[in-house]
């Protein structure tokens, strides 16, 4: 089993199925987004013990015994967004919105380990995760919006 | 693009792990996975057995032995990144670590599996031999401790047996002149040329099939570097002798 | 009408759901569907002798394998979108491979299985015999067989052979810029489902038209249009490429449901999008310039070929942009410009954000910098010399344009965004190898036919709206609710919009050429306007007042100056439709025993039930913005890195209905101009053979590589609609690739004359003998 939210949940029967398959189809945790499976877009970025990683980098089967948190834990269903979550909303942070459950996550591990980021740390933090919509100067902002924040 | 069928396995000992990788045709190790699964999704590697060795307990220690330090295979890019005992003993380690890839990648990438994966793009195969470090071994035959001069043997080829694991990588303490160079396309990609360097040793990756130890005095001599999408043999050149003279400077 | 919300930094009412993972793409369209994958062509050129797909059909957990041989429509080709007189060698290809494939990605088989990962097990077991043929390509090598020759349009502007050879000054330039990819983050996915009981097909699509989608459907599969229903649910950057249509999957997906009895979906994954997904950008150009001594072009010659690919299914468009745009924002007195359309063995080409315009602006900007060049002059001087005059417009000049009519500015003030421009810049940094780059573009936008917009108050006083085009991320839900929140005094969270949903609006074009703002806006704000119009007039009957003392305001009809006597929105929607059963939500109010307000039927002659409107808009021709780029770029030396100092841009969209959406969309442009002018090169080998088609090696930009753009403003309404708004979807692409040529030339002192760029190029660049 894997602890996915907080809940325990099936493992998939074949071990080739990837974490980001086994998330989206298997799980109907669809948040969680496939932009490339070779690891280098970052659109498929979840929780992994509270670090973000490459889900398409991972098999479900790996995941057994640990905690997975995708998008859809960051903010209970009813409740208010995640300041993170909060600060891409104000600060015009996503357009399409693709990228942006990876983007976030990816923050939120960039702010638990640096809660008050130089701006070096932050570009550092966020330039492994590919957007195309917008051009990253407001992803800039919103990281800059929700360190203020804590 | 999924990986093709595979049968996992997922031993929870070194021995249990060697075990396996000496009895099953066509093996392949699992650690980080970030070099590994992107091949297997492109259906470029297709190996009919997965070892994956991120259940083998004690297997993530980062210790000081032998005048160096010992990073484990479970021990994570990003761990060694922050390790104190690596920015004391050996700081060339964690400013290398800073041009491996991006952050979540090194939250799962191994410095083992970085080192063994041989990538001749790669910063820590060139950093092991700029520091003359070694990688330990377990196998059907029992522990080795290979060389960095003898672990690189061509294109993501490593001196390792099929049958062979590789238990920790050993980096001797160096806090003399320092530093390392890469010029790559975008930050955080394999690296089109780079230069290491510890104290009066230079050693390149990204300009051979395996990292290489360079004179720096005359640093392209008998280079014969491959050209490719984004560096001919030439450019390489002339990054090594920019890079090299910028290391040497001080 | 209130004009509180236009040009407002309204906050965007699409994010909550997708920041909290609950965005529906594609792919997340589940409901137990088979999935399928494509067999396709390695080779760029190839006869196919022979398929096998009894081996792939074996496999446990298969369904089926389609050839060429099994669709009832295998040896139809598919719709040529855009015909025009002088494409007389127009090619389409088939839904899959007959006895030929052109180039390597096209679709050869297509596999349904349980899942994905057993799909592509079974396409490895399809065996494909080919005879390789030789191939077409590179473009300049290509275009020396006439056999190759898909179309040729000359036009002239006045007398060009004369005015080159009266010229006091000219030159010979020759330009080239190699073909780029849009790569959105979500690639192509398709989702159908075919019901027999209700004979209805509906498909999810990651689509940028679904009203084409759904037309070609219905012709296709011999249904009735009202059978077929098309959504683009949400859609991961489109920029071009998915307004492409048809792909083999939109038409096999609905194919095999129908067949199978079950849902199947298709999701393209990162590696074939590559080469499945249509490109751009390449062409090159042969320009000669005539000109005075004060710099003032007297007549402009291009020759160019450009690089239509293995097919031209979207006809000629691209070509005739670029023919269309050379001029730009310059008076060019005498202009002739020919073009021939070039088939090469390789992926076909068709729009990627800018389509055209980035060459266009190219050859005008860097050939303005040679004359500046010659003449000792700046940059910003030549420039000053020829451009445009703010009373000069409507501008025409000269050639056709898109939409079938002449090139026509309507309007602007292209001095005043080079002043701006160069104001916001600011001074030389200090250091080495450092360079302005200038670059300087019009944009023909808005094209029509037409967009149409439905806006309705419901009893419960909620306003929802629909058009037909399809949103990928432009912020269209709302955009358009502040244009109808200012028509109805409401405010635009009470707004809910709809967009690229048949159910919902079956009339419409798409989402490209920067047209949805300009088209489906003006049409949102008519319907808007006629539901203003009907609530005034049922509101006068019952408040017994005149029509034209009465406002729309904070969510009420009221009378102007007397805000007392009002009747809220709800209640006016209730009393537009008579009832005989009051069903709750106030609707008491509308059944017969209430107060009669005049007499006569209860529904009055001519009138509908409900406070709703459908409205539409259709431009008489494009409505141009333009803009200006300035930077500051160093070159290393050693490493010919490339760093951007500063980066501004002076936009002019007309009035900008939410400047906040407007400078995300600049600030993105700019970013995947960056990316096409130094990271992202589509690397075909001899045999048109990609060998880049991965993020690992396609080089896009991360943070690290874009900078924060200081976008400004500057504000010409257009004439030819009624908001007064032009299109800013493409305007953030179309210059960087001039203005890094310029910058790097500056730098590091040589010519520069192609795109893309990168170290090594400017290391052989730097090494070349003068």
Known sequence: ?150 | MKPAPFAYHAPHTVEEAVGLLGSLEDAKVLAGGQSLVPLLNFRLARPSHLVDINGIAGLDRLYERDGGVAVQALVRQADALRSDLLRRRCPLVPEALHHVAHAVIRNRGTVVGSIVHADPAAELPAVLLALQGSVRVEGRRGAREIPAAQLFTGVLESSLDSDELAIEAWFPSFSGPHGLREESRRHGDYAMAGAVRAGDRLALFGVAPTPVVADPHDPTKDLRPSGDLEATPEFRKHLVEVMTRDLFAA | MTTRWFGERVARREDDRLLRGHGRFTDDVGDGALEACFVRSPYAHARVISIDTTQAKKLPGVHAVYTARDLPFGDRDLPLLIPHPALTNGRTQRCLAGETVRYAGEAVAFVVADSRYLAEDAADLVDVEYEPLPVAWPLEQAAEDPANLAAELTQEAGDVAEALAAAPRRQKLRFRYERGAAAPMEARATWARWDPAEQRLTMYDSTQSPTSIRGGLAVLFGLPETSVEVIAPDVGGGFGPKIMLFYPDELLTPFAAMQLGRPVKWTEDRREHFTAVNQERAQAHEVEVAYDGEGRVTALDVDFIHDAGAYTPYGIILPIITAGQIPGPYRVPNYRVRFRDIYTNATPTSPYRGAGRPHACFVMERTLDAIAKDLGLTRDEVRRRNLIQPDQFPYEVGVGWQDGNRVIYDSGNFPGLLEKALQNLGPRPPGDHVGMGLGMYVEGTGVGPYEGAHVQVLVGGKVIASTALPTQGQAHATVFAQIVADQLGVEPGDVTVTTGDTRRFQWGVGTFASRAAVVAGNAMAVAAGLVAEKAKRIAAEHLEVDEADLELAEGAVRVKGAAHKQMPLAAVAVLSNPVRYAFGGGTEAATQFTPKARPGPPLPEGERPGLEATGYFSPIGSAWASGCHAAWVRVDPQTFRLQILRYVVVHDCGRVINPMVLEGQIQGGVAQGIGGAFYERLAYDAEAQLRNASFMEFLMPYATEVPDVLIDHQETPSPLNPLGVKGAGEAGVIPVGAVIASAVEEALGVPITEMPLSPLRLFELTREPA
């Open chain 1, 1 to 150: 089993m894997i602890r996915v939210n907080g809940v325990e949940r099936q493992l998939p029967g074949d071990p080739r199925t990837l974490l980001s398959d086994h998330l989206r189809h298997n799980l109907g945790l669809t948040g969680t987004h496939v932009g490339c499976e070779h690891g280098v877009c970052g659109c498929c970025t979840v929780l992994f013990d509270g670090k973000p990683v490459r889900s398409c980098l991972l098999f479900a089967v790996q995941a057994a015994g640990h905690e997975v948190t995708t998008i859809e834990g960051l903010a209970k269903p009813d409740a208010p967004l995640h300041p993170i979550q909060q600060a891409f909303h104000d600060a015009h942070a996503l357009q399409c919105g693709f990228c942006t459950p990876g983007f976030v996550l990816a923050v939120k591990g960039l702010l638990d380990e640096h809660p008050d980021p130089t701006d070096e740390e932050i570009e550092e933090g966020i330039s492994g995760n590919l957007c195309r919509c917008t051009g990253y100067a407001n992803i800039r902002k919103a990281v800059r919006k929700a360190a203020a924040a804590r």
